[in-house]
């Protein structure tokens, strides 16, 4: 079993910049895709980037390209997410993921889901 926790959400001005980290409990996280997405109320499930076990490739939504980083520190079973920028359709809550596919986007291709980080910018 895995146990995913973020942390690392709150409350920014428009163009400030936070750091969310997802712990990973499990013993295989240097082998597992990991993923960040973003659910507003009412609201589907929306990709954000996901990293790679292998070569720690990543993949960006278009929306956050070029002002959010995703990366992991296998030793310390960690995934975080850089986030530069932010502006007010930032906010919303953010979930990390693991999946065992190399690289996907698709939610239904993780198993393994946190209960959420609140990140909220003010404009």
């Known amino acids: 079993q895995v146990h995913l926790v973020e942390s690392g959400g709150g409350l920014v001005q428009a163009g400030g910049s936070l750091r969310l980290s997802c712990a990973h409990s499990?013993?295989?996280?240097?082998?597992?895709?990991m993923g960040w997405f973003r659910q507003a109320p009412g609201k589907e499930r929306e990709f954000v980037a996901a990293i790679s076990w292998i070569l720690d490739n990543t993949v960006y939504a278009d929306s956050v390209k070029g002002r959010f980083t995703i990366s992991r520190d296998n030793p310390k079973n960690t995934l975080y997410l850089q986030m530069h920028d932010l502006n007010v359709d930032d906010t919303t809550v953010y979930y990390c993921?693991?999946?065992?596919?190399?690289?996907?986007?698709?939610?239904?291709?993780?198993?393994?889901w946190g209960q959420g980080t609140q990140v909220a910018v003010s404009s």
């Open positions: 499990g013993r295989r996280f240097s082998t597992t895709t």
């Open positions: 993921a693991a999946s065992q596919v190399p690289l996907i986007i698709l939610a239904a291709g993780y198993g393994y």
